[in-house]
C-alpha cells in the first residue's frame, strides 16, 4: 500500500421517487484510507451507516468487499453508479447501495479515472 495522509470527499446521493414516495436526499462522505495499483480501502458514511470496503481489480474486472457487511461483489466502471447500484442492492439496503455507489464515482478521478 502507498503511504500518504487519507483523503476525505463529500458526496450527493439521491433515491428517486417511488409510486407515492417522495424522492430521498443525503449527504455521505468518503474516506480513503490507503491505496495502491491494484486495490484501495475506503471507510464509507452515509444515512446512519459507516462501512469498511476495499475495491480493486482482478483479471475480469473490479469488485468490491465489504467485510463488515459479510459481502462483495462485481463492479462496473467506478463512475458507473446504476449498475454498481444495482449490483450492490442484492447485498445490501438499498440506501446504503446508493451511498457506495456514489461514494466509488467520488473516488474514481483520485484513484486516477481509469484506474479500474
Request: charged letters at 25%; a negative charge.
Given at each position: ?28 462522505e468518503v474516506l480513503v484510507k490507503s491505496r495502491s495499483i491494484y486495490m484501495a480501502e475506503l471507510l464509507i458514511y ?47 439496503g438499498e440506501v446504503d447501495a446508493v451511498t457506495i455507489a456514489n461514494a466509488l464515482k467520488e473516488v474514481s478521478e ?7
Amino acid at each position: 500500500m502507498m503511504a500518504g495522509r487519507e483523503v476525505c470527499m463529500e458526496l450527493e446521493c439521491t433515491l428517486p421517487e417511488d409510486e407515492g414516495e417522495e424522492e430521498q436526499r443525503w449527504l455521505g462522505e468518503v474516506l480513503v484510507k490507503s491505496r495502491s495499483i491494484y486495490m484501495a480501502e475506503l471507510l464509507i458514511y452515509g444515512r446512519g451507516s459507516r462501512m469498511d470496503a476495499v475495491v480493486g481489480r482482478y483479471g475480469n474486472g473490479q469488485y468490491i468487499c465489504i467485510p463488515d457487511l459479510d459481502t462483495g461483489c462485481p463492479l462496473g466502471r467506478l463512475t458507473d453508479t446504476f449498475w454498481n447500484q444495482e449490483r450492490l442492492s442484492f447485498h445490501v439496503g438499498e440506501v446504503d447501495a446508493v451511498t457506495i455507489a456514489n461514494a466509488l464515482k467520488e473516488v474514481s478521478e483520485y484513484l486516477g479515472g481509469g484506474w479500474v
